[in-house]
């Protein structure tokens, strides 16, 4: 698509002033003033892609908080160097609280986005727009809109809902958290308006924009998270309509060369030789922190060894599963102690430039497709030759039998099984972890993977033991808690209960 170019006007330009003006002072011709702008086609065209740009700093951190404190990644232990003990690794350990940084971050990333979001969709009202582009350029809008507030409702419970720019800075001090059914309603209303206003598909050009299969797709996930089968299923039904299919070769799916194929729903845009900072990095991220120049193609890089694949997902694949190979790297034994240290393969591609790569990162793929259609049939009673048709068709791609003849029991474990191998590292697996348990089951669940990951660690340790508050998941860390800078600014916030 058209370069995604991250506009920090916009956001600026949404504060209005505290005081009048006096005629002593000028307009600053070096800024974009809201009111000059969103005049026509090509003005609205840049908010929009200036609000794609603000996705570009979330997936960099997602997997952070939809990764690492489930049982598909760990840390590359580093014992020289415990500076990221309270922030990072505390999603490792479950140790996070109301004063990680990182939530505050993530927190304040996600309302910048929504606050852009909202700014354009009330400055392009009175823009010079066709018809189909203003549907466009709104169903764009609202499709961004939905999928940051799902991520804030599955994060952190009941949240702040905002759907117009604020008139003054204090005004954003007076609102208080909404019900998740509140939230889930405005996000389906969001996801319809953008099914209605989004084109099926685009020329290459555009490619890489919000369609009406990706709003589609992702309210089908909304409606399976709450449980909506028959939703869930009716909505799905509809991207089946719209020309997506699996690629023959899985690996395909995540090469830069072959980005936005027809497999891929929606992902979002990185340009690996763009000179504006749209370029990715993941792989500079999870290489393991030893590796140098061993995985990322870079001698002088020094990678994080964040997100390391566990024994645990490790041993999850079938024999013969071709989605291993592509998924997980065994080819890096660590200089210091001889052992194997397993990455993620799927962001480790050739780049011309030192840390600059083109890889995009998948959020909803055909496949994610098919399992939620599977998976939402199957709750309805047992599954069906349809479930096992799209359940086999994923499953056929990574050169595996048919499965056949299960309960409506085994069929959901087979579905959670695929769901995660299939999906690994693509930032759905604490989500879908939340979606299909309880706290209390998800505790009973996590606490007995921490156990065999202390007693068997995926990364040595060196010799340095577990602190006594490693690995200890409870039920209220369910959900995140709201970063307590938010609470000091506004007191009238409540926390999650236990935070």
């Not at 700014?119 to 350029?137: E, Y």
């Not at 208080?176 to 290459?204: C, F, M, T, W």
């Not at 990574?398 to 999906?423: K, M």
Request: hydrophobic share 35%.
């Amino acid at each position: 698509m058209k370069n995604i170019i991250q506009l920090s006007f916009i956001i600026l330009a949404l504060l209005p002033v505290a005081c009048k003006k006096s005629y002593l002072e000028k307009t600053d011709p070096t800024l974009i003033n809201t009111d000059l702008f969103y005049k026509d086609q090509k003005q609205v065209e840049r908010a929009v892609n200036g609000a794609y740009g603000t996705l570009q700093g979330i997936a960099n951190s997602q997997w952070l908080f939809n990764e690492l404190p489930s049982d598909n990644t760990t840390i590359d232990f580093n014992p020289g160097d415990r500076g990221q003990a309270p922030r990072l690794e505390s999603f490792e350990y479950f140790s996070w609280n109301s004063g990680t940084p990182n939530i505050n971050d993530m927190y304040v990333a996600h309302y910048n986005a929504i606050y852009n979001v909202n700014n354009a969709l009330l400055r392009m009202g009175k823009a010079d727009l066709t018809d189909s582009a203003r549907g466009q350029f709104q169903g764009e809008l609202k499709f961004m809109r939905a999928y940051l507030y799902f991520e804030l409702v599955q994060y952190f419970g009941d949240v702040i809902l905002i759907t117009k720019p604020l008139d003054q800075p204090a005004d954003a001090w007076t609102y208080l958290r909404e019900s998740q059914d509140k939230v889930y309603a405005q996000i389906i209303s969001d996801l319809n308006d953008a099914a209605a206003g989004l084109p099926a598909q685009y020329a290459a050009a555009a490619k890489g924009r919000a369609t009406k299969g990706a709003a589609l797709s992702l309210l089908g996930k909304v409606y399976l998270t709450r449980k909506q089968y028959p939703e869930c299923v009716a909505v799905l039904q509809q991207v089946l309509t719209l020309g997506y299919q699996l690629v023959p070769e899985y690996a395909d799916v995540f090469d830069p060369q072959k980005k936005n194929g027809p497999e891929s729903v929606f992902e979002i845009q990185y340009k690996g030789e763009d000179e504006t900072g749209e370029w990715s990095s993941f792989i500079y991220t999870f290489a393991p922190r030893l590796s140098k120049g061993a995985v990322t193609g870079w001698p002088q890089s020094n990678p994080g060894g964040w997100n390391i694949p566990t024994k645990d997902l490790i041993a999850a694949y079938e024999a013969g599963d071709k989605r291993k190979a592509a998924s997980v790297g065994l080819d890096f034994n660590s200089p210091i102690t001889g052992d194997m240290v397993p990455y993620i393969k799927k962001y480790a591609h050739t780049h011309a430039t030192y840390g600059r790569t083109d890889d995009n990162w998948p959020v909803l793929r055909y496949a994610d497709v098919l399992l939620m259609l599977a998976e939402a049939i199957n709750e309805q009673g047992a599954p069906t030759a349809d479930a096992y048709t799209y359940l086999n068709s994923v499953r056929s791609r990574a050169g595996l039998g048919d499965v056949s003849g299960l309960t409506q029991q085994s069929f959901r474990d087979t579905i959670a099984h695929e769901r995660r191998v299939e999906l690994a590292f693509e930032n759905w697996r604490w989500l879908d972890l939340k979606r299909t348990m309880t706290p209390a089951q998800l505790t009973t669940f996590l606490n007995t993977y921490a156990a065999k990951e202390k007693a068997s660690p995926t990364v040595s340790r060196q010799g340095v033991p577990y602190s006594s508050t490693d690995y200890i998941f409870q039920e209220f860390k369910y959900v995140y808690p709201l970063p307590s800078p938010e609470i000091l600014l506004n007191s009238k916030l409540t926390q999650n209960k236990d935070y």
